[in-house]
């Protein structure tokens, strides 16, 4: 006999991977920033520091504000595992951001997203169970 059953289960969340596009050319962002590639910005985020992974010396700060909307896809993951996937969808509570639609991210020349949250892991655990209703 074969039975569904959802089983809840606790990850170490490691990262959280962006592909989003660029819908505004430069006024979004350059077309050299790192980790654009043509229309879409795909970087991989470390959740706990709010880092940038592979960040290139050099850059310049940016304060990004991309009109996303429902056109993003936001991957989450432990280690090389992806946990949770939100795909072409609107902007979730856990990347900063506004109304859903706007990712907004002031980024140092390292790669660190200054006002990445704090609380990350609780905003994430709803959007989860926002979801799962």
Excluded at 50 to 66: A, F, Q, S
Excluded at 92 to 114: H, R, W
């Amino acid at each position: 006999m074969k039975v569904t059953m959802l089983v809840e289960k606790e990850f170490d969340v490691t990262h959280v991977a962006l592909n989003v596009a660029v819908r505004y050319e430069e006024e979004d962002m350059p077309n050299d920033y790192p980790f654009r590639n043509g229309d879409m910005w795909c970087p991989v985020i470390d959740v706990n520091t709010g880092k940038i992974r592979n960040w290139p010396g050099g850059t310049e700060t940016l304060n990004l504000h991309m009109k996303v909307c429902d056109q993003g896809t936001y991957r989450v993951y432990a280690g090389d595992w992806e946990v949770f996937a939100i795909e072409n969808d609107y902007v979730p509570g856990f990347i900063p951001g506004s109304y859903g639609d706007y990712i907004e991210m002031q980024i140092t020349s390292n790669g660190l997203i200054t006002n990445w949250p704090k609380d990350f892991a609780a905003r994430l655990q709803d959007c989860i169970k926002s979801r799962q209703e």
